[in-house]
Protein backbone atom coordinates (compact mmCIF):
# COMPACT_ATOMS: atom_id res chain seq x y z
CA UNK A 1 0.00 0.00 0.00
CA UNK A 2 1.85 3.33 -1.04
CA UNK A 3 2.34 5.92 1.27
CA UNK A 4 2.38 9.19 -1.13
CA UNK A 5 0.41 11.98 -0.42
CA UNK A 6 -1.29 13.50 -3.20
CA UNK A 7 -4.41 15.38 -4.12
CA UNK A 8 -6.45 14.70 -6.82
CA UNK A 9 -9.02 16.85 -9.05
CA UNK A 10 -10.91 16.93 -12.05
CA UNK A 11 -12.49 13.79 -14.70
CA UNK A 12 -11.34 13.04 -17.59
CA UNK A 13 -7.77 10.73 -18.86
CA UNK A 14 -5.33 10.58 -15.63
CA UNK A 15 -2.81 12.66 -15.10
CA UNK A 16 -0.14 12.38 -12.61
CA UNK A 17 2.17 15.65 -11.63
CA UNK A 18 5.23 14.87 -10.04
CA UNK A 19 7.43 18.19 -8.36
CA UNK A 20 11.50 18.18 -8.14
CA UNK A 21 14.20 17.79 -5.43
CA UNK A 22 13.76 19.82 -1.84
CA UNK A 23 9.86 20.77 -3.68
CA UNK A 24 6.40 19.19 -2.61
CA UNK A 25 2.99 19.23 -4.67
CA UNK A 26 2.39 23.22 -4.90
CA UNK A 27 5.13 23.30 -6.99
CA UNK A 28 1.93 23.04 -9.88
CA UNK A 29 0.70 26.58 -8.52
CA UNK A 30 -2.21 27.15 -10.67
CA UNK A 31 -1.01 24.96 -13.62
CA UNK A 32 -2.71 21.76 -11.23
CA UNK A 33 -6.36 23.81 -11.27
CA UNK A 34 -6.08 24.68 -15.28
CA UNK A 35 -5.22 20.81 -15.65
CA UNK A 36 -8.31 19.47 -13.52
CA UNK A 37 -10.82 21.22 -16.25
CA UNK A 38 -10.15 18.55 -18.61
CA UNK A 39 -8.09 16.02 -16.85
CA UNK A 40 -8.02 13.58 -13.55
CA UNK A 41 -5.42 15.22 -12.12
CA UNK A 42 -2.91 13.82 -9.05
CA UNK A 43 -0.99 15.66 -8.12
CA UNK A 44 1.60 14.12 -5.30
CA UNK A 45 4.11 14.81 -3.22
CA UNK A 46 7.71 12.96 -3.34
CA UNK A 47 8.68 9.75 -0.59
CA UNK A 48 10.55 11.97 1.79
CA UNK A 49 9.13 15.07 0.52
CA UNK A 50 5.96 17.47 1.10
CA UNK A 51 3.42 15.22 3.50
CA UNK A 52 4.71 11.93 2.27
CA UNK A 53 6.90 10.23 4.80
CA UNK A 54 10.37 8.36 4.33
CA UNK A 55 10.12 5.32 1.97
CA UNK A 56 9.57 2.21 3.92
CA UNK A 57 11.82 -1.20 3.22
CA UNK A 58 11.96 -2.85 0.80
CA UNK A 59 11.91 0.53 -0.88
CA UNK A 60 14.71 2.99 -0.63
CA UNK A 61 15.87 6.59 -2.44
CA UNK A 62 17.53 5.22 -4.62
CA UNK A 63 15.71 6.44 -7.84
CA UNK A 64 15.09 3.62 -9.59
CA UNK A 65 12.71 2.66 -6.23
CA UNK A 66 11.21 5.98 -6.24
CA UNK A 67 9.81 4.93 -9.67
CA UNK A 68 8.92 1.75 -8.38
CA UNK A 69 6.74 3.62 -5.87
CA UNK A 70 5.25 5.39 -8.10
CA UNK A 71 4.00 2.95 -10.18
CA UNK A 72 2.74 1.15 -6.80
CA UNK A 73 0.99 4.58 -6.49
CA UNK A 74 -0.94 3.96 -9.89
CA UNK A 75 -1.84 0.49 -8.97
CA UNK A 76 -3.31 1.50 -5.62
CA UNK A 77 -5.26 4.50 -7.47
CA UNK A 78 -6.57 1.76 -9.91
CA UNK A 79 -4.49 4.44 -12.67
CA UNK A 80 -4.07 2.46 -15.69
CA UNK A 81 -0.85 3.59 -16.91
CA UNK A 82 -1.95 7.60 -16.58
CA UNK A 83 -0.28 10.57 -18.30
CA UNK A 84 2.94 11.93 -16.72
CA UNK A 85 4.38 15.08 -16.35
CA UNK A 86 7.20 16.28 -13.74
CA UNK A 87 9.70 19.24 -13.18
CA UNK A 88 13.15 18.31 -13.03
CA UNK A 89 13.64 15.43 -10.65
CA UNK A 90 10.30 14.43 -11.20
CA UNK A 91 11.18 15.16 -14.88
CA UNK A 92 14.29 12.17 -14.66
CA UNK A 93 10.57 10.51 -13.46
CA UNK A 94 8.95 11.22 -16.50
CA UNK A 95 11.30 9.75 -18.37
CA UNK A 96 12.43 6.72 -16.80
CA UNK A 97 8.68 6.01 -16.42
CA UNK A 98 8.45 6.44 -20.16
CA UNK A 99 11.02 4.21 -20.85
CA UNK A 100 9.19 1.43 -18.53
CA UNK A 101 6.42 2.26 -20.42
CA UNK A 102 4.30 2.33 -17.24
CA UNK A 103 2.72 5.76 -18.37
CA UNK A 104 0.77 6.76 -21.66
CA UNK A 105 2.52 10.00 -22.47
CA UNK A 106 5.19 11.80 -20.34
CA UNK A 107 6.34 15.40 -20.26
CA UNK A 108 9.79 16.06 -18.59
CA UNK A 109 9.70 19.97 -17.56
CA UNK A 110 13.67 20.79 -17.03
CA UNK A 111 14.70 17.42 -16.39
CA UNK A 112 17.30 16.26 -14.73
CA UNK A 113 19.94 13.58 -16.32
CA UNK A 114 21.52 15.86 -19.09
CA UNK A 115 24.02 17.82 -17.18
CA UNK A 116 27.96 18.08 -17.81
CA UNK A 117 30.45 18.74 -15.05
CA UNK A 118 29.79 22.50 -15.11
CA UNK A 119 26.09 22.15 -15.18
CA UNK A 120 25.92 19.82 -12.27
CA UNK A 121 28.38 21.92 -10.34
CA UNK A 122 26.02 24.66 -10.72
CA UNK A 123 22.63 22.98 -9.71
CA UNK A 124 24.53 21.21 -6.62
CA UNK A 125 25.92 24.74 -5.42
CA UNK A 126 22.49 26.27 -5.78
CA UNK A 127 20.50 24.05 -4.07
CA UNK A 128 23.13 23.93 -0.98
CA UNK A 129 22.89 27.09 -0.84
CA UNK A 130 18.53 27.32 -1.07
CA UNK A 131 18.95 24.72 1.68
CA UNK A 132 21.58 25.94 4.22
CA UNK A 133 19.26 29.29 3.70
CA UNK A 134 16.58 27.34 5.02
CA UNK A 135 17.64 26.75 8.27
CA UNK A 136 18.17 30.62 8.96
CA UNK A 137 15.65 31.88 12.20
CA UNK A 138 11.94 31.79 11.30
CA UNK A 139 11.39 35.40 11.75
CA UNK A 140 14.09 35.52 9.07
CA UNK A 141 12.62 33.23 7.30
CA UNK A 142 8.90 34.88 7.48
CA UNK A 143 10.77 38.48 6.69
CA UNK A 144 11.79 36.79 2.89
CA UNK A 145 8.62 35.00 2.59
CA UNK A 146 6.70 38.30 3.51
CA UNK A 147 8.39 40.89 1.52
CA UNK A 148 8.26 40.27 -2.68
CA UNK A 149 11.62 41.70 -3.40
CA UNK A 150 13.16 38.84 -0.62
CA UNK A 151 11.47 36.28 -2.32
CA UNK A 152 12.66 37.68 -5.54
CA UNK A 153 16.12 37.15 -4.44
CA UNK A 154 16.37 34.25 -2.18
CA UNK A 155 14.09 32.12 -4.96
CA UNK A 156 15.94 33.17 -7.87
CA UNK A 157 17.19 29.94 -8.89
CA UNK A 158 13.82 28.32 -9.13
CA UNK A 159 10.96 31.19 -10.62
CA UNK A 160 11.94 33.86 -13.29
CA UNK A 161 8.76 35.71 -10.88
CA UNK A 162 9.05 34.49 -7.09
CA UNK A 163 7.30 37.90 -6.28
CA UNK A 164 4.38 35.85 -7.47
CA UNK A 165 4.43 33.00 -4.98
CA UNK A 166 1.74 34.38 -2.13
CA UNK A 167 3.99 34.23 1.53
CA UNK A 168 1.99 31.79 2.74
CA UNK A 169 3.13 28.96 -0.32
CA UNK A 170 7.27 30.73 -0.04
CA UNK A 171 7.23 29.99 3.68
CA UNK A 172 5.91 26.82 3.39
CA UNK A 173 8.40 25.50 0.72
CA UNK A 174 11.26 26.90 2.44
CA UNK A 175 10.10 25.16 5.86
CA UNK A 176 9.51 21.99 3.44
CA UNK A 177 12.97 22.36 2.26
CA UNK A 178 14.62 22.56 5.50
CA UNK A 179 12.57 19.44 6.93
CA UNK A 180 12.10 17.12 4.15
CA UNK A 181 14.28 14.00 5.31
CA UNK A 182 14.69 12.85 1.42
CA UNK A 183 16.60 15.85 0.71
CA UNK A 184 20.24 14.45 0.98
CA UNK A 185 19.76 10.77 0.10
CA UNK A 186 17.75 11.91 -2.91
CA UNK A 187 20.49 14.53 -3.88
CA UNK A 188 23.40 11.94 -3.50
CA UNK A 189 21.62 9.50 -5.77
CA UNK A 190 20.19 12.09 -8.03
CA UNK A 191 23.33 14.10 -8.66
CA UNK A 192 24.88 10.61 -10.29
CA UNK A 193 22.25 9.85 -12.45
CA UNK A 194 22.29 10.39 -16.39
CA UNK A 195 19.36 9.45 -18.71
CA UNK A 196 20.40 7.19 -21.44
CA UNK A 197 17.50 5.11 -21.85
CA UNK A 198 14.81 5.54 -24.82
CA UNK A 199 11.14 6.38 -24.05
CA UNK A 200 8.74 4.14 -25.89
CA UNK A 201 5.68 6.33 -25.24
CA UNK A 202 4.81 9.36 -27.23
CA UNK A 203 7.27 12.25 -24.62
CA UNK A 204 8.02 15.81 -24.93
CA UNK A 205 10.97 17.41 -22.74
CA UNK A 206 10.20 21.44 -22.30
CA UNK A 207 12.90 23.90 -21.10
CA UNK A 208 12.45 27.05 -19.69
CA UNK A 209 15.14 29.98 -21.50
CA UNK A 210 15.79 31.29 -18.53
CA UNK A 211 16.04 28.42 -16.41
CA UNK A 212 18.97 28.96 -13.93
CA UNK A 213 19.52 25.52 -11.97
CA UNK A 214 19.25 23.41 -15.14
CA UNK A 215 21.10 25.20 -18.09
CA UNK A 216 19.01 25.35 -20.81
CA UNK A 217 22.11 24.36 -22.75
CA UNK A 218 21.44 20.80 -21.47
CA UNK A 219 18.61 21.17 -23.34
CA UNK A 220 20.78 21.07 -26.69
CA UNK A 221 21.85 17.91 -24.56
CA UNK A 222 18.22 16.36 -24.65
CA UNK A 223 17.76 17.34 -28.08
CA UNK A 224 20.78 15.47 -29.47
CA UNK A 225 20.59 11.73 -26.95
CA UNK A 226 16.87 11.91 -27.46
CA UNK A 227 16.54 12.89 -31.05
CA UNK A 228 12.94 11.44 -31.72
CA UNK A 229 10.73 12.70 -29.05
CA UNK A 230 9.07 16.47 -28.63
CA UNK A 231 11.52 19.32 -27.58
CA UNK A 232 9.62 22.56 -26.78
CA UNK A 233 10.76 25.43 -25.03
CA UNK A 234 8.93 28.08 -22.54
CA UNK A 235 10.18 31.25 -23.60
CA UNK A 236 11.30 33.86 -20.38
CA UNK A 237 10.49 30.44 -17.99
CA UNK A 238 12.83 29.84 -15.20
CA UNK A 239 13.22 26.26 -13.72
CA UNK A 240 10.25 25.60 -12.30
CA UNK A 241 8.02 27.11 -15.06
CA UNK A 242 4.79 26.16 -13.43
CA UNK A 243 4.75 29.57 -11.52
CA UNK A 244 6.14 31.82 -14.05
CA UNK A 245 3.86 30.82 -17.10
CA UNK A 246 0.80 28.20 -15.69
CA UNK A 247 -0.96 28.71 -19.06
CA UNK A 248 2.09 27.84 -21.17
CA UNK A 249 3.12 24.75 -19.34
CA UNK A 250 -0.67 23.28 -18.86
CA UNK A 251 -0.62 23.44 -22.79
CA UNK A 252 2.56 21.76 -23.45
CA UNK A 253 1.06 18.63 -21.27
CA UNK A 254 -2.27 18.61 -23.36
CA UNK A 255 -0.68 19.11 -26.29
CA UNK A 256 1.54 16.22 -25.49
CA UNK A 257 -1.41 13.87 -24.63
CA UNK A 258 -3.54 15.25 -27.82
CA UNK A 259 -1.01 14.29 -30.13
CA UNK A 260 -0.91 10.95 -28.46
CA UNK A 261 -4.61 10.53 -29.72
CA UNK A 262 -6.57 11.08 -26.22
CA UNK A 263 -9.22 14.22 -26.38
CA UNK A 264 -8.33 17.30 -24.75
CA UNK A 265 -8.79 21.20 -24.65
CA UNK A 266 -8.24 22.67 -27.72
CA UNK A 267 -8.61 25.71 -25.81
CA UNK A 268 -6.01 24.94 -23.34
CA UNK A 269 -3.76 24.62 -26.14
CA UNK A 270 -4.33 26.97 -28.19
CA UNK A 271 -3.61 29.69 -25.28
CA UNK A 272 -0.28 28.17 -24.33
CA UNK A 273 1.68 29.56 -27.10
CA UNK A 274 4.23 26.33 -27.43
CA UNK A 275 7.39 26.97 -29.83
CA UNK A 276 8.63 23.88 -30.96
CA UNK A 277 12.41 23.23 -31.24
Excluded at 30 to 47: C, M, Q
Excluded at 97 to 124: H, Q, Y
Excluded at 167 to 184: C, H, I, K, M, Q
Excluded at 227 to 253: E, F, K, S, Y
Aim: glycine fraction near 8%; aromatic fraction near 8%; hydrophobic fraction near 40%.
Amino acid sequence: MTTISYTRKGSGEPLVLCHGIGHRRTAWADTFDLLSESFEVIALDLPGFGESPAPRKPHSYRLSSCADQLEELFTDLDLDRPHFAGNSLGGLFALELAARGSVRTATAISPAGFWNARGLLNAVGQLTVMKASAYAPPPVLKLFADKAVLRKLSMRALYVHPERLSPEVALGDTVNLRRSPGFYPVAFHSTRAKYTDTPVVPTTIAWGTKDRLLLPSQAKVARERLPHVRHVTLPGCGHVPMLDNPQLVAGTIAQTIAEAGFNTSEQLIAGSHIVAV
